[in-house]
């Protein structure tokens, strides 16, 4: 039995024979190996993005939570960011008092990010319940102050004289200045 293979179907043969085996080569030498690195690489992804919505998600709830902080505590933040005034300060608390005297300002040692002020205060009041409104007073006020004890009370006459020490803590604009950073809307 003879068999009759034309020339062009041997060419036809190798020719497919060759590509087969490149194909073969081409898939096991590069497409194979880089399947797995991809995969490999792949799961590194999945990984990180799972890691990465998990900070999201924390970056989300403690952004609400700064904004509604904001929210609430804003007149404090902007307390903060006020000079104290002792002109305004008599002007607005006069009312409680028949006299109020305040000694200068001394700059207390720095505490960090906050500057604090020390400030005597003397004055006469007809009763203690003036005081005690000049301490509600307080804080409603444009600084965050602090009445430090001992309060001292004594009688003069028909009046009461008191006197104290305030601190009015205020922000160091120039050490805050360059770590400000301007909230996300």
């Given amino acids: 039995m003879k068999i009759n293979i034309s ?3 041997i060419y036809i ?10 194909v073969l080569i081409f898939s096991f030498g590069l ?31 403690r952004l609400k939570t700064l904004k509604e902080l904001r929210g609430k ?6 307390a903060f960011d006020r000079a ?7 002007k607005q608390h006069e009312s409680h008092f028949s006299s109020l005297t305040i000694s200068k300002i001394q700059r207390a040692k720095d505490g960090g ?14 009763s203690p ?16 102050i602090g009445v430090n004890f001992p309060i001292k009370f004594m009688r003069d006459k028909k009046m ?6 305030m601190k009015v803590y205020s922000n160091n604009k120039d050490k805050n200045s360059s770590a400000c950073v301007s909230p996300a809307k």
């Fill in 84 to 90: 104290f005034s002792p002109e305004r300060f008599k």
């Fill in 129 to 144: 319940t003036n005081f005690y409104d000049f301490l509600d007073a307080l804080n409603k006020d444009d600084w965050v």
């Fill in 31 to 61: 497409l194979i190996p880089e399947g797995q690195e991809y995969r490999l690489k792949r799961t590194a992804l999945k990984k990180e993005l799972k890691e990465y919505n998990q900070y999201q998600v924390f970056h989300d709830e």
């Fill in 160 to 165: 009461i004289k008191s006197s104290f020490i």
């Fill in 13 to 22: 043969l190798l020719l497919s024979a060759s590509l087969f085996l490149f």
């Fill in 7 to 9: 020339r062009h179907q």
């Fill in 113 to 126: 990010d906050f500057s604090t002020y020390e400030v005597n205060a003397t004055l006469h009041i007809s």
């Fill in 73 to 78: 505590n804003r007149n404090i933040i902007t």
